[in-house]
């Protein structure tokens, strides 16, 4: 029985690494300061390397607001179009209003559409820049589109008295999704002019309203998330249901802040790090998620101008497009983090061989399985020997508990007694299943989070590998391909009791990760199931060259 405890010990110990992988390894959110807004902002002023708190706290700007206009505005929108995305633009604010990306898509079979990132399309809220000492809001007049070779600049003015006007002008290149934004403030007139307490926000949410979820098929994790930099690592904020809303303030001196669901991002980046006082991230009642960015109050002096540079990357988390940013650790490939990014690379090559993702999953399985044979064939083997060699220990096994029934403790000491005779070690099998397991973790951790497997087709009824099985085929694969993995893999039962827990392990396992695999993305279960099946080879292999 021993060994069979053993056994069932470590499975659990395997599904617990497996299955709460996140939570164990994976970033941590934040947790929330105690106590009042207005305690936390008169104790503790924001800086640097400090953990978000939930206040008004120095240098964020109060939630007043003043009416943009008496009368109401009627809206115009001015579109831009790239070979990545069509942008529309608002008069409202000069903000965006639409923004779809051309290589990505939502919904499934026929009704499939380009993905839309600002959901719901809402008015006037999505990279707008506000303030309760001058009227930033309201209507914007139209400057024009300008097209200079690849780039083209789209630019919006509003007059905040006379002879004081802010031109505001994004810059949108065609093989990128950067947006260049930028703020003139000019004085045209005779006095300073002063304007303090503007905030530049994005929100409600990205890509899906939180009402929006129960609408869509599949699982959407990692949803209305804020991310920002720390040191060499990131920093975590799951944006939850309040009932009230909240803002928690960011450390002042992050390059760049992100809000992302799983697949896209929107960000500020602004190009001068003392252009922003401080980020915070605010929740309205119902799960709405924004990420502001306080910018710094400015004094215009008489015939001059200042500008504030704000840039942000709206679109797919692909990594090499991060990467060039900076912002690659936007990207969660899993807590074994260099793993996941030699996974990522090997899955991209892979990619490039086939072009098709199904396909370069398959070969970076078998790429994989072939790294790991070596481990895998030793564990094979010494599974093998040990069940031939508790075979021959079974009429010594029964004495033993005949002799000791009625002491357990006697009958461990003298069972690991014929162990050692024996030259058996319960975890030698064990060890090399092990190593392997930082690699499978890496994978699953790439699979899960690779948005380019968004809308990616590979056979017959799985057109797309980031959503679930239609028909349950691949879950079931995987089930079945384990249950008969285990089964060549197990040892001869020595008596009943051990018969019926190794029934339990053979049976309950696989048919719970069969249940829970149902919503799993379709990419991660080829993956899975391909790797039983070459692991279910290799032990043919391995019982084969035994028996000869």
């Not at 831009?80 to 923004?99: D, H, I, R, Y």
């Not at 029934?503 to 799993?520: A, D, E, N």
């Amino acid at each position: 029985m021993e060994d069979t405890k053993r056994l069932v010990t470590f499975v659990i110990i395997s599904g617990i690494i497996l299955f709460g992988f996140n939570y164990f390894f994976g970033p941590k959110p934040q947790a929330k300061n105690p106590g009042s807004a207005a305690a936390t902002a008169a104790a503790s002023p924001v800086a640097s390397g400090t953990a978000p708190v939930t206040a008004q706290a120095a240098g964020a700007p109060q939630e007043k607001m003043i009416p943009a206009s008496i009368k109401p505005i009627k809206e115009k929108t001015w579109t831009v179009e790239t070979p990545l995305f069509t942008a529309a633009f608002s008069n409202q604010g000069g903000t965006l209003s639409s923004f779809k990306l051309k290589k990505y898509t939502d919904g499934t079979g026929t009704n499939q559409f380009e993905v839309e990132v600002i959901p719901g399309r809402a008015t006037g809220t999505y990279l707008q820049l506000s303030s309760p000492e001058a009227p930033l809001s309201g209507e914007w007049t139209f400057g024009g589109i300008k097209k200079d070779g690849t780039n083209q600049t789209i630019s919006f003015s509003r007059q905040l008295k006379p002879g004081v006007v802010v031109t505001r002008v994004y810059t949108i290149s065609d093989d990128s999704y950067l947006i260049k934004s930028s703020f003139t403030f000019s004085n045209k007139t005779a006095v300073p002019f002063a304007i303090k307490d503007m905030v530049l926000s994005w929100g409600p949410s990205i890509h899906y309203l939180p009402d929006d979820l129960s609408k869509v098929k599949g699982v959407v994790p990692g949803y209305n998330k804020v991310v920002y930099p720390e040191g060499k690592g990131v920093k975590l904020l799951q944006i939850k249901k309040e009932k009230e809303t909240k803002i928690q303030v960011l450390p002042s001196t992050s390059e760049w802040v992100v809000l992302k669901d799983l697949y896209f991002v929107t960000s500020f980046i602004p190009e001068k790090y003392s252009d922003v006082k401080v980020y915070s991230a605010k929740s309205e009642a119902g799960g709405y998620g924004y990420i502001r960015a306080a910018l710094r109050d400015l004094i215009i002096n008489p015939g001059s101008q200042e500008v504030i540079s704000i840039d942000s990357y709206i679109g797919p988390a692909e990594y090499k497009r991060l990467k060039k940013l900076g912002m690659e650790r936007a990207v969660d490939l899993g807590g074994i983090r260099f793993l996941g990014i030699w996974m990522l690379y090997g899955l991209d090559f892979c990619f490039k061989l086939t072009k098709n993702w199904g396909l370069a999953i398959l070969l970076i399985t078998l790429i994989v399985r072939g790294i790991l044979w070596i481990p895998s064939q030793s564990s094979f083997k010494k599974m093998k020997e040990q069940q031939s060699k508790m075979a021959l220990m079974k009429p010594r096994m029964d004495t033993l508990k005949k002799i000791y029934k009625n002491d357990p403790q006697k009958m461990n000491e003298e069972t690991m007694k014929i162990y050692k005779e024996y030259g058996i070690n319960p975890f030698s099998g064990c060890l090399p299943i092990l190593l392997q397991l930082p690699i499978f973790l890496a994978l699953y951790a790439t699979l899960i989070n690779t948005v380019e497997l968004k809308g990616a087709y590979f056979i017959g009824w799985l057109k797309d590998l980031s959503h679930p099985d239609p028909y349950f085929i691949l879950p079931v694969f995987m089930g079945v391909s384990m249950i008969v993995q285990q089964k060549m893999s197990t040892p001869p039962s020595m008596d009943p009791e051990q018969e019926k827990t190794q029934k339990i392990m053979l049976w309950g396992m696989p048919i719970i990760l069969t249940v829970m695999s149902l919503q799993w993305p379709a990419g991660l279960l080829l993956y899975w199931g391909a790797s039983n099946v070459l692991g279910i080879v290799q032990q043919l292999l391995v019982n084969r060259s035994k028996s000869k």
